[in-house]
């Protein structure tokens, strides 16, 4: 609605153009009824020529608004559109167009609106859609365009990304997530390069002051946007306590992408089979008559016969989720790997110094030393793989060893190698 707070001169030549306006604009609207069901039809008014001042007639050009739209969640296509103040004529035109190639109820939350309209103040400050630009990626955007002919055209556009390498370094100051993040790298590289070392590194206590990293990874960018797109980490070094630690990236001949180290050993480690150094296994997983209780009992682990006092490793890095006294089990230790896999320890003689629940441990670490504590004939580990919270047989599962490269795959590597160096030496030239 145009509100008149008084009635001057200039305001009743106003009423009567937009009067005058609101009559050609009908005969459009009109019109449109008439449409075909993929085109929507904007009959540009008939000229008028009219005895008003021209400052008048400036003031009721349409004038073009560009406004990015937020899709939320639980929007719909048309509430988007809705709520930027598109009438529902508008909107049902632009659905119609852009059905023929995007399904409006794909729309997402990480999709982006921009929308360009003209405010056509003779009809109600009606807004008119010019284009409407849905980016549905960095690469892939619909545009929905009001054509010279007057019709609103959808086309999809496929932007070809360009693709390019950047290094990161610096000292760790305050984490590395948030050093690497002010010197250019995405944070799901960071992401991904705290994954690739947590194998070897305690990301919650390893850091020291003069510790440093690099990190050379690619990205796509779209060239009009700028925006990026994270690809992979090519080469990642923490320098922990003046130690180098470094990681490449390399397919293997059989297409598995894992990391190595400079000399070519994966830096991915499955669980360690023997968590006891010099132990043998006095007791299997299985069906067995329980050697203290009498009867034949499952027995849900395996055990190894070693002098109290051993020795007992964390069999992978993990967190620990009970350390402890656990009833018949001793005392007990039990560390989550991954979202599936645990290990547990029992009849431990003591803990080693500074554990506790929530504890971050290294694969390899001492955690405990063997004891008979508990349900226990003699000193032993007991030692459990649980999957999913259920104890399963260690022998059973595929635990694989740290994976060296050997012969012409191991060339390969040192070949590709090299081409990460000098790639990077570049970069920190550049
Ligand atoms: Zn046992």
């Known amino acids: 609605m145009i509100h008149f707070p008084t009635i001057s001169p200039t305001s009743l030549r106003l009423i009567f153009v937009s009067i005058l306006l609101f009559c050609a604009y009908s005969i459009g609207l009109w019109d449109y009824g008439n449409q075909k069901l993929n085109s929507f ?118 932007k070809k990304l360009i693709h390019d390498y950047r290094h990161a370094e610096g000292k760790i100051k305050n984490s ?86 400079e000399k070519g050993e994966a830096v991915k480690k499955g669980l360690l089979m023997t968590p006891v150094d010099g132990a043998r296994i006095s007791g299997t997983f299985g069906r067995r008559k329980h050697p203290v209780l009498g009867y034949t009992k499952m027995h849900k682990g395996i055990d190894f016969a070693a002098p109290t006092g051993t020795p007992i490793m964390a069999a992978g890095a993990g967190k620990i989720m009970r350390i402890g006294r656990f009833s018949s089990y001793g005392n007990y230790i039990k560390i989550k790997h991954n979202s599936k896999y645990s290990t547990a320890y029992a009849h431990i003689s003591r803990f080693a110094k500074g554990l506790k629940v929530g504890s971050s441990v290294r694969q390899g670490q001492v955690i405990a030393y063997v004891g008979r504590t508990g349900r226990a004939t003699g000193p032993h580990l007991h030692y459990e793989l649980l999957a999913n919270g259920k104890q399963i047989n260690p022998r059973r599962v595929k635990m694989m060893p740290a994976r060296k490269l050997k012969g012409k795959e191991l060339q390969t590597f040192l070949a590709n190698k090299d081409i990460i160096d000098k790639r990077l030496e570049n970069l920190r030239a550049g």
Not at 48 to 75: C, H, Q, Y
Not at 176 to 202: C, E, N, T
Request: proline fraction near 4%; glycine fraction near 4%.
């Open 41 to 158: 039809n904007f009959s540009t008014p008939p000229s008028i020529s009219l005895d008003a001042p021209t400052d008048t007639i400036e003031s009721l050009e349409p004038e073009f608004t560009d406004e990015t739209l937020e899709v939320k969640s639980g929007d719909s296509f048309s509430s988007v559109l809705n709520r930027a103040g598109l009438s529902n004529n508008q909107i049902y035109a632009i659905v119609k167009v852009l059905r023929l190639i995007f399904n409006p109820r794909d729309l997402r939350t990480d999709h982006k609106l921009f929308i360009s309209y003209r405010t056509n103040q003779k009809e109600k400050n009606e807004k008119e859609i010019d284009r409407l630009v849905i980016q549905l990626s960095i690469e892939k955007e619909i545009i929905v365009e009001l054509g010279e002919d007057g019709l609103l055209k959808a086309k999809l556009h496929t």
């Open 176 to 261: 590395l997530y948030v050093d690497a993040v002010r010197q250019g790298a995405h944070p799901k590289i960071i992401h991904d390069m705290i994954q690739a070392f947590s194998y070897d590194v305690d990301f919650q206590r390893s850091f020291h002051s003069g510790d440093s990293y690099v990190l050379l990874f690619d990205f796509h960018k779209n060239p009009n946007t700028l925006e990026e797109k994270p690809g992979h980490i090519l080469f990642a070094r923490l320098t922990l306590k003046g130690v180098d630690i470094s990681i490449y990236r390399h397919k293997s001949k059989n297409g598995v992408i894992q990391y190595y180290n």
